[in-house]
DNA sequence: AAAAGAGTTAAACAATTGTTTGATTAATAA
DNA sequence: TTATTAATCAAACAATTGTTTAACTCTTTT
């Protein structure tokens, strides 16, 4: 009765963000996060206000680890081939560990008005990168084709979330069990990065 | 009052499917269904015995028309590599089309059982595919690697899709206007077949 | 025309939802 | 200690949910 003080807020927090981001926004109840949490359901508005409150702080939070993560991959000072070998790596295990994470971004994110992503400020997030200046230098040097930034990210993102976002149908197709399905994604920081690679040294 | 007969039963299951692809299973309500068919409320338990079944027949229709467009294409009677650019083509064009069925078909595959794709016998889908043969004698023959066609699939599914899973968030980042948009994609049409092609030819 | 059946309706149903209330307990300040 | 504030709780609230009921209308059949 000690230790447990001021942990209500907190216990909170940590029963909702699994469940928001197991069962979305509608699928998630009050009633649940309150018992998950072991805790009054009416302690939940006295400490956040709303539903939609509580949501929106979890969003965020989730929002930010999601971009946070590859904005600080694109910015580092590694050459350009390593660094497309690194983000997609490191992506992938980040993924691997969160894996409910792009479902949950994007599923509550066509829900979400664009004056979300304003407050946060991704915008021209890749123009000002290190990676955009690799890649045009790379370019006027000709060792790779010209090509926009945005491309190549959405590239890597495309090829690395989407299997997990699509899970559930990739796994039976592919008749893969879990172990299968975590030799798929290994076999996959391979390919995509080669695949990348060739693509922008060829013409 | 002689034609609009028997109609009611189809004007709610075009009611419905928009209003499930826009807002999924949780977010759509039965009461905004009856009123986007003109319809009265229990005429959709009339004819749909409950939300549940009727979510299940536009769900399976909607993923059919999702993988039988795929279906149908690795299995055309075309070479390997012009095969590429036309899946990538016209599944572009499918999607630029149809752009919320990709986001309901994966938010509702997580809730959905696996029991749902025995049912649809997507199983084995790749493996028994032209696709698949061609990859195997391509490679046999030396004119491109070894690769599971799992890998290709996925590989051209997660660079079109993704896009517009991501929409919201990619038009955000690169500040692109819906004509914008489009125009990315349409860029994209060219390098992912690019892409594929120069990762397969090359070693 | 009468009977039967399918189609349609407004109203009600019970269950669940997010939120608030008012009382009770514990912690802090005077 | 006493008074004040913060934390916690069971209960109730009004609104919304999917579904059902029972009456009514129109069409079809006999």
Redesign the pocket.
């Known amino acids: 009765?000690?230790e447990?003080?001021?942990?209500?807020?907190i216990k909170i927090k940590e029963a909702a963000r699994r469940v928001f981001l197991a069962q979305g926004y509608?699928g998630?109840?009050?009633?649940?996060i309150?018992e998950e949490a072991g805790?009054?359901?009416?302690?939940?508005?006295?400490?956040?206000?709303?539903?939609?409150?509580?949501f929106q702080s979890i969003y965020a939070e989730t929002f930010v680890q999601f971009v946070g993560q590859m904005a600080v991959m694109i910015n580092e000072p590694t050459p350009l081939e390593v660094k497309i070998w690194k983000i997609v790596d490191r992506y992938t295990d980040f993924i691997t560990e969160n894996p409910l994470i792009p479902s949950f971004i994007l599923s509550e994110q066509q829900t979400n008005d664009g004056a979300f992503f304003r407050e946060i400020g991704v915008r021209g997030l890749i123009e000002k990168s290190v990676f955009k200046q690799q890649l045009v230098e790379e370019a006027e040097k000709g060792n790779i084709r010209a090509i926009e930034p945005l491309q190549v990210i959405i590239t890597i993102l495309g090829n690395i979330v989407f299997p997990f976002v699509a899970r559930p149908l990739v796994s039976y197709v592919g008749g893969l069990d879990d172990e299968g399905f975590l030799e798929f994604m290994k076999t996959r920081k391979q390919i995509v990065p080669e695949m990348i690679m060739a693509y922008l040294k060829l013409k």
């Open positions: 009765m000690a447990e003080k001021q942990d209500a807020e509608e998630t109840k009050m009633r649940q309150a805790v009054n359901l009416a302690m939940i508005n006295y400490y956040f206000r709303s539903k939609e409150q509580l």
